[in-house]
Nanobody, 115 residues
């Protein structure tokens, strides 16, 4: 198992930027994949961005070109840089580590995009 601690959420105006951070309690190399998910009321939690064990990145279509996932192996941290935010990006963002067939979740961060 792994413990994930997220930070960086908050409120931002449309067009603004935020960077989310997720620190894992064990080396990132032990995870098959790290990802960020977003959940909004009344909807399923959906994946937003992911990065595999060997560094392959993936994004949902709505965030391509605006969001960037990255990692710092030395500090066991995964980041989600979010640019040109819109109200559609509002939600609770959760860090996920997929290890040994199991999903491990952080506590979630509220991101609100509003003027």
């Amino acid at each position: 198992q792994v413990h994930l601690v997220e930070s960086g959420g908050g409120r931002v105006e449309p067009g603004g930027s935020l960077t989310l951070s997720c620190v894992a309690s064990r080396p990132l190399a032990t995870s098959e994949q790290m990802a960020w998910y977003r959940q909004v009321p009344g909807k399923e939690r959906d994946i937003v961005a992911s990065i595999t064990h060997d560094g392959i990145k993936g994004y949902v279509g709505a965030v391509k070109g605006r969001f960037a996932i990255s990692r710092d192996i030395a500090t066991n941290t995964v980041y989600l840089q979010m640019n040109d935010l819109t109200s559609e990006d509002t939600g609770i963002y959760c860090c996920n580590a997929f290890i040994g067939g199991e999903f491990n979740w952080g506590q979630g961060l509220q991101v609100t995009v509003s003027s």
